[in-house]
């Protein structure tokens, strides 16, 4: 008896090692089989929406779904998440004497985005960033994986482009009415990224009263000087071309059906029974909008122009077409079927298609939707939305009395309240605006920082022989920006 327990100790001892690896073994495949299930359904989204997620050091995903949506969507669209963390920025300049700009300057916005899919931010005051697939490259020209920080101004208001240090005028001393202007840039590990050669990307900026003529300029920024403006050249001079298919086809809502629930049936066609299959055409351009649309084959009575209007209103919210990483132009075909029967049109006959090629015509160009200015860049920086100055009268000196000084600065905003000029310090004790309108109707805006303390004096003027000596007044950041506000 004592021979058998003998045997039976080394038994117990092996089971027990086998059962604790079993049982540490089933727990490691269960752990990848949850991390392939979170990557397949990171993979099945389609507009994504990033939540603001603290800087930690602890590992975490770069981004979270908030919900499940169609798996071959085009287009990722970002939200802004809170700042980065040091190391993920771009180096600041070395540390120097602090100006007032570096503490009223409009603050950043910032978005993580996977740079090998197309992206889209949005900015909190209306601008809309649209970038393609494989845009970005780093220092050594080599295309970027991993996320990517994209970093957004906004400066729309007067009071922001005086506070950021930006005016109206061109390297060449050409006066501008600005639309306001932005800045972006990219980064990635603390590194300034660049655009890969010929890409380009779309921004969309606000339109908050409608101005013709207007074009993109790019910002060149010396050190402790003002922001000054360069004209940018066309993006893409070739006419673009009007897709009839592509690899990503635009789409509207969660499907083709969620257009018919914009649709009312016309009483005059149900009143007179009249039913049918309406078709339409249309292009949905790079921005969502709907350009030229027309009725391919009506049935009257109210219900082609109830198709054209609800394409009209659906312009600017759709999701562009993509072709190679870029967003294009595509021509689409919708039937709609009207059924007084059912007192509605059915859905079940309602699909989106890519036009056959023998119905394209060229599209509608224009620069601007209802909402937004539109453009195409191969530029990052700042980015100025403005046209020439319409001066009635020629250009003059206008000087303005006041002892030179760096923590000064003199500006001139012209009644306009789109057109803001610099002041240059001379050695006969004055600033000088070299461009000024011959009768400068506006304001004079002079800051002084000194002692950690801003100064601000306001002067009225409508002639080139003012010559009055400026007086300062001690404000607070808070009162300075109040006071410039009411200039708008």
Same mark, same amino acid.
């Not at 970002?78 to 300057?105: G, H, I, K, M, Q």
């Not at 009635?392 to 000029?421: F, H, I, M, W, Y």
């Not at 000024?436 to 601000?456: H, I, S």
């Given at each position: 008896?004592?021979?058998?327990?003998?045997?039976?100790?080394?038994?117990?001892?092996?089971?027990?090692?086998?059962?604790?690896?079993?049982?540490?073994?089933?727990?490691?495949?269960?752990?990848?089989?949850?991390?392939?299930?979170?990557?397949?359904?990171?993979?099945?989204?389609?507009?994504?929406?990033?939540?603001?997620?603290?800087?930690?050091?602890?590992?975490?995903?770069?981004?979270?779904?908030?919900?499940?949506?169609?798996?071959?969507?085009?287009?990722?669209?970002?939200?802004?998440?809170?700042?980065?963390?040091?190391?993920?920025?771009?180096?600041?300049?070395?540390?120097?004497?602090?100006?007032?700009?570096?503490?009223?300057?409009?603050?950043?916005?910032?978005?993580?985005?996977?740079?090998?899919?197309?992206?889209?931010?949005?900015?909190? $005051?209306?601008? !809309?960033? %649209?970038?393609? @697939? /494989?845009?970005?490259?780093?220092?050594?020209?080599? &295309?970027?994986?991993?996320? #990517?920080?994209?970093?957004?101004?906004?400066?729309?208001?007067?009071?922001?482009?005086?506070?950021?240090?930006?005016?109206?005028?061109?390297?060449?001393?050409?006066?501008?009415?600005?639309?306001?202007?932005?800045?972006?840039?990219?980064?990635?590990?603390?590194?300034?990224?660049?655009?890969?050669?010929?890409?380009?990307?779309?921004? $969309?900026?606000? !339109?908050? %009263?409608?101005? @013709? /003529?207007?074009?993109?300029?790019?910002?060149?920024? &010396?050190?402790?000087?003002? #922001?000054?403006?360069?004209?940018?050249?066309?993006?893409?001079?070739?006419?673009?071309?009007?897709?009839?298919?592509?690899?990503?086809?635009?789409?509207?809502?969660?499907?083709?059906?969620?257009?018919?629930?914009?649709?009312?049936?016309?009483?005059?066609?149900?009143?007179?029974?009249?039913?049918?299959?309406?078709?339409?055409?249309?292009?949905?351009?790079?921005?969502?909008?709907?350009?030229?649309?027309?009725?391919?084959?009506?049935?009257?009575?109210?219900?082609?122009?109830?198709?054209?209007?609800?394409?009209?209103?659906?312009?600017?919210?759709?999701?562009?077409?993509?072709?190679?990483?870029?967003?294009?132009?595509?021509?689409?075909?919708?039937?709609?079927?009207?059924?007084?029967?059912?007192?509605?049109?059915?859905?079940?006959?309602?699909?989106?298609?890519?036009?056959?090629?023998?119905?394209?015509?060229?599209?509608?160009?224009?620069?601007?939707?209802?909402?937004?200015?539109?453009?195409?860049?191969?530029?990052?920086?700042?980015?100025?939305?403005?046209?020439?100055?319409?001066?009635?009268?020629?250009?003059?000196?206008?000087?303005?009395?006041?002892?030179?000084?760096?923590?000064?600065?003199?500006?001139?905003?012209?009644?306009?309240?789109?057109?803001?000029?610099?002041?240059?310090?001379?050695?006969?004790?004055?600033?000088?605006?070299?461009?000024?309108?011959?009768?400068?109707?506006?304001?004079?805006?002079?800051?002084?920082?000194?002692?950690?303390?801003?100064?601000?004096?306001?002067?009225?003027?409508?002639?080139?022989?003012?010559?009055?000596?400026?007086?300062?007044?001690?404000?607070?950041?808070?009162?300075?920006?109040?006071?410039?506000?009411?200039?708008?």
């Amino acid at each position: 008896m004592l021979f058998q327990r003998s045997l039976w100790k080394p038994f117990f001892f092996l089971l027990f090692l086998l059962t604790s690896a079993c049982q540490q073994q089933p727990a490691e495949k269960t752990q990848s089989a949850n991390a392939a299930a979170a990557s397949s359904e990171s993979l099945a989204a389609d507009t994504v929406t990033l939540t603001a997620e603290p800087p930690s050091d602890k590992p975490v995903t770069w981004h979270r779904l908030t919900r499940r949506t169609n798996p071959n969507a085009p287009l990722l669209v970002y939200s802004r998440v809170s700042r980065p963390p040091a190391s993920e920025l771009v180096a600041s300049p070395p540390p120097r004497e602090t100006r007032l700009f570096d503490l009223t300057r409009k603050a950043s916005q910032y978005y993580r985005i996977d740079p090998t899919h197309p992206a889209e931010v949005r900015g909190q $005051e209306g601008t !809309v960033v %649209r970038i393609p @697939a /494989g845009c970005f490259v780093d220092g050594r020209q080599r &295309a970027v994986e991993g996320q #990517v920080w994209i970093e957004l101004k906004e400066c729309y208001s007067l009071v922001d482009m005086l506070l950021s240090d930006m005016v109206s005028e061109t390297a060449d001393g050409q006066l501008l009415t600005t639309g306001g202007g932005v800045f972006i840039r990219a980064s990635a590990h603390g590194q300034q990224l660049a655009l890969a050669p010929n890409r380009t990307y779309q921004v $969309e900026l606000p !339109v908050s %009263r409608q101005q @013709a /003529g207007m074009s993109l300029f790019r910002g060149i920024s &010396a050190e402790l000087q003002p #922001v000054r403006w360069e004209e940018t050249a066309p993006a893409d001079p070739a006419p673009e071309q009007i897709y009839t298919t592509a690899e990503q086809l635009p789409t509207y809502g969660k499907s083709p059906t969620d257009i018919n629930k914009l649709i009312r049936y016309p009483k005059t066609a149900l009143a007179r029974g009249t039913q049918g299959m309406v078709f339409a055409s249309f292009v949905v351009d790079e921005a969502g909008r709907i350009r030229s649309p027309k009725i391919l084959r009506g049935i009257g009575d109210g219900c082609d122009e109830e198709v054209l209007r609800v394409l009209r209103q659906t312009s600017g919210h759709w999701t562009p077409g993509q072709q190679d990483g870029r967003f294009v132009k595509v021509k689409m075909v919708v039937p709609i079927r009207f059924n007084p029967q059912e007192g509605m049109l059915t859905t079940s006959d309602t699909a989106l298609a890519s036009a056959p090629t023998d119905t394209v015509e060229e599209a509608e160009e224009g620069l601007t939707s209802a909402e937004h200015y539109v453009f195409r860049t191969n530029n990052l920086g700042w980015l100025l939305c403005a046209r020439p100055h319409s001066a009635s009268s020629p250009s003059a000196e206008l000087a303005v009395r006041l002892d030179a000084d760096p923590n000064t600065s003199v500006r001139l905003v012209l009644a306009d309240g789109r057109t803001v000029l610099s002041g240059v310090p001379n050695e006969t004790g004055s600033y000088v605006f070299r461009h000024a309108p011959a009768q400068p109707k506006g304001t004079l805006v002079a800051v002084r920082y000194f002692n950690d303390t801003p100064y601000l004096a306001l002067r009225q003027t409508d002639s080139a022989s003012d010559t009055t000596q400026l007086k300062f007044e001690e404000t607070t950041l808070a009162q300075l920006e109040t006071a410039l506000r009411r200039l708008e």
